[in-house]
């Protein structure tokens, strides 16, 4: 079956930073790949989408690869603010919509 | 106008009971999603249906697991018997067409169930 590593331990960087997230998954690739971010007691918001024929995606401060080959997506966030701690959910998107999901990378960024 | 919203927030259930988590979808949205997640983990997919439709019930984890969506908006997840190991965070999700896997999910806040 399938499986998607994220960073597993929490990720500690300074306000300005530019904060890197990684997304491994095994087996076969899927069409899309999305990423969210998921704030204490709320449910997760959808950040960005990139297709298996897009290198890279990008929306303001956050930028998206998608290797297939390394079968890898990074999740960048450049000069980054307390406001953006939060947990990164990286999603797998198959026929239907199923998403499967990583175990989230927690983010702290320090003033 | 308002986004997904779940009810209760917060259940507490004895082990053996019956409960009901409730998700009201955005309205208009044709797909909808119930996810599991458990305490520090990423949500784990549980069925979809496309309007009143259950499409796919592949990650439902038993037979005490049913969920319903009969006019196609509103939809209720009930667990039976609950167990321990049924203490999660139950999340569901609507998005505006039919299952397709380059539509973005919107969620609700989630029902955080706790079987003592």
């Known amino acids: 079956s399938q499986k998607i590593e994220q960073n597993s331990e929490a990720l500690n960087i300074q306000e300005g930073k530019t904060a890197t997230l990684t997304c491994n998954y095994t087996?076969?690739?899927?069409?899309?790949l999305q990423w969210y971010r998921q704030d204490p007691g709320r449910g997760p918001v959808f950040l960005l989408l990139?297709?298996?024929?897009?290198k890279e995606k990008r929306k303001e401060r956050l930028k998206v690869t998608f290797d297939t080959t390394l079968k890898q997506s990074l999740f960048h966030i450049t000069a980054s603010q307390p406001a953006d701690s939060a947990t990164y959910l990286c999603a797998l998107a198959y026929q239907g919509g199923k998403l499967i999901f990583g175990q989230g990378t927690e983010l702290s960024v320090k003033p | 106008g308002a986004g997904v919203s779940q009810s209760p927030r917060y259940k507490v259930a004895k082990r053996g009971q019956d409960v009901a988590l409730r998700c009201d979808p955005i309205?208009?949205?044709?797909?909808l999603f119930w996810y599991q997640q458990a305490l520090g983990q990423g949500p784990e997919f549980l069925t979809y249906?496309?309007?009143?439709?259950?499409?796919?019930k592949s990650g439902l984890p038993s037979d005490r697991f049913f969920a319903e969506r009969p006019e196609g908006s509103v939809s209720t997840l009930k667990i039976q018997r609950t167990q321990q190991e049924d203490s999660a965070v139950y999340l569901c999700?609507?998005?505006?067409?039919?299952?397709?896997?380059?539509?973005?999910?919107?969620f609700g806040p989630g029902t955080r169930l706790t079987v003592l």
């Open positions: 249906f496309q309007n009143e439709a259950q499409l796919d």
């Open positions: 990139i297709r298996e024929n897009e």
């Open positions: 087996n076969y690739s899927p069409a899309y």
């Open positions: 309205s208009g949205h044709v797909s």
């Open positions: 999700a609507s998005s505006l067409e039919p299952g397709s896997s380059y539509n973005e999910q919107f």
